[in-house]
């Protein structure tokens, strides 16, 4: 089955302890991207990556990181999560960024206390 | 601020009518997407109108696409318990640069049984 997996679904940490959301989909697809979603704002892109190696910002990349190793995984890491990073993550991939439908995985829920 | 506007925000509606829902955007678009979220949970893309389109159908679902209004509509047609959820427009830039998918804010669907 064409899926993103991400992991995990949900995930209570402190402040300031490093952190990592991991993210895998097995259709080959060159594009994938990491969103946020709060209430009242939708859904902001943090980061994306066109192609392994190839990472860049979105809208709101400050205070995460990603990489891009292999073509298949592209986690998201939050060296010293805050209380403000406190929200509902979404990875998702698409055969060509724009112009062709995304597939998003299940979501993280996370809370920094 | 967002690309894509949803209206209304919410909506309430028995089952077996029709639902409505609008989108308007701000600047040229390559194509328009929409996507279902039941709660908490992963987007799932339901349909894309490329900007040279005009109708599309697909299954119980129409959307409309007006470049010289900058606006889409997604109608679904007999709506059911199931299809409560939240529907999102996405906009792929003409122009997309670094940014691929922007989406609006949403509409909170209830179909009431």
Known sequence: ?113 | SQQGEEDPQALSIQEGENATMNCSYKTSINNLQWYRQNSGRGLVHLILIRSNEREKHSGRLRVTLDTSKKSSSLLITASRAADTASYFCATALRDTGRRALTFGSGTRLQVQP
Not at chain 1, 67 to 88: A, C, G, M, V
């Open chain 1, 1 to 113: 089955e064409a899926q993103v997996t991400q992991n995990p679904r949900y995930l209570i940490t402190v402040t300031g302890k490093k952190l990592t959301v991991t993210c895998s989909q097995n259709m080959n697809h060159e594009y994938m991207s990491w969103y946020r979603q709060d209430p009242g704002l939708g859904l902001r892109q943090i980061y994306y990556s066109m192609n392994v190696e190839v990472t860049d910002k979105g809208d709101v990349p400050e205070g995460y990181k990603v990489s891009r190793k292999e073509k298949r995984n592209f986690p998201l890491i939050l060296e010293s999560p805050s209380p403000n990073q406190t929200s509902l993550y979404f990875c998702a991939s698409s055969e060509d960024r724009g112009r062709s439908g995304y597939t998003f995985g299940s979501g993280t829920r996370l809370t920094v206390v």
